[in-house]
């Protein structure tokens, strides 16, 4: 009996460290997938600033985003769209959202873990920091006002005034959302949520 439960011991741990072996290979080739996507966009990025190309397709680059907190080397490029496809390659504009600068609330959500995990340290946003998106020559400067965290279910977050149906906007708003706190399954239960206003 002693024998059987040593056996079933290691049997576990082995699985274990086969199971963890597969998550951090997984990471990896996500994560390169990513930087390589990455590489297509910040070219693609520089080739509109020349052609001042105005509608992104699905996946296409839209903008650049900086977050000073998170260091001078931190500069994902923004995509069109919150598609699976899209979001695999970095933060994806919610469609209908506003554009970087307009009055209304230019939403956008990012990764925490895998491809390249653009929003890992979004949690570490504090009230007053700047989040900077540039686009066509042009920087839009917000400061971020709060933070939740809510349910996936809460879709009000990115309305142009957050959580206000029907209120139509009076300023130039950012959203970023990202999963947060993994469930025993796999799955995400909630979302974080930072907010922030254009500066003046």
Request: glycine share 12%; aromatic share 8%; with cysteine.
């Amino acid at each position: 009996m002693k024998r059987a439960s040593q056996l079933l011991g290691i049997g576990l741990i082995l699985v274990g460290l086969l199971l963890g072996g597969f998550m951090i290979l997984q990471t990896r080739h996500s994560d390169n997938q990513y930087r390589a996507a990455q590489q297509t966009l910040h070219k693609e990025i520089k080739a509109k600033i020349q052609t001042s190309v105005e509608v992104p397709r699905e996946g296409g680059a839209l903008a650049t985003l900086r977050i000073p907190r998170f260091g001078s080397d931190y500069d994902p490029v923004i995509v069109e769209g919150v598609s699976r496809s899209a979001l695999e390659k970095g933060p994806g504009h919610f469609p209908g959202t506003a554009m970087p600068g307009e009055i209304g609330n230019f939403a956008i959500a990012g990764h925490r873990t895998g491809w390249g995990q653009p929003f890992h340290r979004l949690q570490g946003l504090t009230k007053g920091d700047e989040i900077k998106v540039y686009r066509h020559r042009k920087t839009y400067t917000y400061r971020v006002t709060r933070a939740e965290v809510v349910k996936p279910s809460d879709v009000g977050v990115v309305l142009p005034v957050p959580n206000r149906p029907g209120v139509k906007p009076d300023k130039a708003r950012i959203t970023l959302t990202t999963c947060t706190d993994r469930a025993w399954n796999g799955t995400y239960i909630h979302r974080l949520v930072v907010w922030g206003e254009l500066e003046k």
